[in-house]
T-cell receptor, first 111, second 111 residues
Framework: EAQVTQNPRYLITVTGKKLTVTCSQN?????MSWYRQDPGLGLRQIYY???????DKGDVPEGYKVSRKEKRNFPLILESPSPNQTSLYFC??????????FGPGTRLTVT | GDSVTQMEGPVTLSEEAFLTINCTYT??????LFWYVQYPGEGLQLLLK?????DKGSNKGFEATYRKETTSFHLEKGSVQVSDSAVYFC??????????FGTGTSLTVIP
């Protein structure tokens, strides 16, 4: 089954404790992206990647890191999480960046 | 910079009513435009897209026309059903394949 998977689905952590949210797709897509969804703000793009070893900043990259060492994986790293990074995070992938397939979301709470 | 502004919700309609959700955009160059839909507890799914001026995207009875002269991409459906209840996001893909989403419009259709 074609899908985008994210782990964990739910995470509660404390300020400053490094964490990684994994994202994997099995569709051989070149384009992958991370978004955060906040009430009243819609989705905002954090980082995106057009291909392996190619990453670009989106609208809100501060406080986040990504890497694209393999085509199928695109982890999101929070080196020192803060409460303002409490949000719902979505990973997405696309063959040509037009039709994006979204993962189920990761709900992160930073206390 | 690029941005999308969409009609605030929530919108409540009776079954078989006509739906319009307004979306306008600001962009340099010639963006591609999208409508995505999010059902409760799920990630977003592409509903329709238009990649150049005057294109009409359509899917599942929904339509939207890319109007360059008014920088708009309004979503319409002639007769909504209860199953159309969801949150709808207008989005654009700008220069460098970066995405910008609107804040989302919640639609509830009552029988």
């Amino acid at each position: 089954e074609a899908q985008v998977t994210q782990n964990p689905r739910y995470l509660i952590t404390v300020t400053g404790k490094k964490l990684t949210v994994t994202c994997s797709q099995n569709m051989n897509h070149e384009y992958m992206s991370w978004y955060r969804q906040d009430p009243g703000l819609g989705l905002r793009q954090i980082y995106y990647s057009m291909n392996v070893e190619v990453t670009d900043k989106g609208d809100v990259p501060e406080g986040y890191k990504v890497s694209r060492k393999e085509k199928r994986n695109f982890p999101l790293i929070l080196e020192s999480p803060s409460p303002n990074q409490t949000s719902l995070y979505f990973c997405a992938s696309s063959f040509d960046s037009y039709e994006q397939y979204f993962g189920p979301g990761t709900r992160l709470t930073v206390t | 910079g690029d941005s999308v502004t969409q009609m605030e919700g929530p919108v409540t309609l009776s079954e078989e009513a006509f739906l319009t959700i307004n979306c306008t955009y600001t962009a340099t160059g010639y963006p591609s435009l999208f409508w995505y839909v999010q059902y409760p507890g799920e990630g977003l799914q592409l509903l329709l897209k238009a990649t150049k001026a005057d294109d009409k995207g359509s899917n599942k009875g929904f339509e939207a026309t890319y109007r360059k002269e008014t920088t708009s991409f309004h979503l319409e459906k002639g007769s909504v059903q209860v199953s159309d209840s969801a949150v709808y996001f207008c989005a654009l893909m700008g220069t460098g394949n970066q995405f910008y989403f609107g804040t989302g419009t919640s639609l509830t259709v009552i029988p």
